[in-house]
């Protein structure tokens, strides 16, 4: 599949896809992305086999500066959205501008809810929304030592 779609056609698209697929099954994460690497792709390579679809939720340049701060993103949205989609265990990139991706969520409504290591059930946005309807939240472990920040503090000390 691997496309982009507006944020406000997810839901109409994905109410479309389980349509025409019954018993399709859709994993949802979500972040920022920016300056992509290993631990990334491994994340969503577990992220994907989850579900049988995975839509992922872009944070926006303007989300990624509230975020990250000012001198961030490094990536665009629209070269970060195009690189992701590529990939081929993203099925869909959608952006979205908020701080959080909870409206994205009630969207979505994934069947699971995935994020990284450095969240806990009870932390994860969206949680309580997606187990309303029988949905679950996976937490997945990072790789240690692959992270966006290493990355950007080995570039500094160059």
């Given amino acids: 599949m691997h496309v982009i779609i507006p944020m406000d056609e997810i839901a109409s698209f994905l109410k479309r ?24 792709v491994a994340y969503l390579e577990k992220a994907r086999q989850l579900a049988d679809i995975l839509v992922l939720g872009l944070n926006s340049d303007p989300s ?20 992701l989609s590529r990939l081929e ?12 991706p909870i409206d994205l969520i009630r969207a979505v409504r994934p069947d699971v809810l995935v994020k990284g290591g450095d969240y806990t059930p009870e932390t994860v946005v969206g949680r309580d929304f997606v187990e309303s309807y029988g949905g679950k939240v996976a937490i997945i472990p990072f790789i240690e030592g692959r992270s966006t920040t290493n990355i950007i503090n080995k570039i500094k000390t160059l």
């Fill in 17 to 40: 896809m389980r349509e025409e697929h019954q018993g399709l099954s859709i994993a949802f994460t979500n972040g920022c992305f920016d300056i992509l690497h290993r631990g990334h």
């Fill in 64 to 83: 990624v500066r509230r975020l990250k701060g000012e001198k961030r993103p490094y990536i665009n949205q629209d070269d970060r959205s195009f690189i």
């Fill in 89 to 100: 265990m993203v099925d869909v990139v959608t952006v979205f501008d908020e701080d959080t």
